[in-house]
């Protein structure tokens, strides 16, 4: 009953308030980083896709841009090692480039701390105990990115995604933040093992070429 009170009152308060807040106390941060961006990589500066939220409901998401719009003679996007710069890394690196997901959070559409809203064509792939990670709100941070990050398969993700469904509170998401902030400064489990961000979820299939960040 604890946590239902916290998920569906308290939670959503102090998403909204924190959020808020943040985006105020960063406004300099964020302007820097759009000139920056806007500089380096060219427009736009954020990135927009959907990805499904609460419920798998679908939601845009926003996003610093890492990556340069390089294409093949086709008009496909060249892999993501080959668009990623040494700015983009570094953005990715100290997830600044995740700084206006905040947008998200106080227009409700993510909270500070859940499992990360991932790609929409995912929803097909997912085992009925993989998807209950839809039964609360994406996170802008979560237990799985403490625990590991992209360094973990993704069935350990997924794992600790449903853990954190079932186990949500006040003290818990407080230390996730804390665990965050520790993460980001040691800029830990950035990339999995041999690819430059994780490689595709293919359900019960391994995993084989990068997950797109951007396209």
């Known amino acids: 009953m604890a946590g239902s009170v916290y ?7 102090m998403d909204f308030a924190l959020g808020g807040a943040a985006l105020l106390v960063l ?21 927009r896709q959907a990805r499904p939220g609460w419920k798998a409901r679908p939601f ?4 610093f841009r890492t990556m ?4 093949d003679p086709q008009g496909k996007p060249l892999p993501d090692e080959q668009r990623l710069t040494g700015f983009g890394r570094f953005l990715r690196s100290t997830s600044l480039d995740e700084l206006p997901e905040l947008l998200n959070v106080v227009k409700g559409e993510m909270s500070l701390v859940g499992p990360r809203p991932l790609l929409m064509e995912y929803l097909g792939r997912y085992s009925p105990e993989q998807a ?17 990050r992209n360094a973990l398969s993704w069935e350990e993700k997924f794992r600790h995604d449903v853990w954190y469904v079932d186990h949500q509170s006040l ?13 980001v400064i040691r800029r830990e489990g950035i990339s999995a093992e041999g690819y430059a961000t994780a490689p595709f979820f293919l359900g019960n299939q391994q995993g084989g070429e990068d997950e797109p960040r951007e396209r």
């Open 60 to 63: 845009t998401i926003y996003k």
């Open 132 to 148: 209950r990670r839809h039964e609360v709100r994406p996170g802008i941070t979560g237990w799985a990115q403490v625990n590991g």
């Open 171 to 183: 003290s818990l998401d407080v230390k996730i933040l804390w665990l965050t902030l520790i993460k």
């Open 7 to 13: 998920r569906r009152g308290v939670k959503p308060v």
């Open 68 to 71: 340069l719009d390089a294409r």
């Open 27 to 47: 406004s300099p941060l964020f302007l820097v980083l759009a000139l920056l961006v806007r500089f380096k990589l060219g427009a736009p500066v954020l990135f």
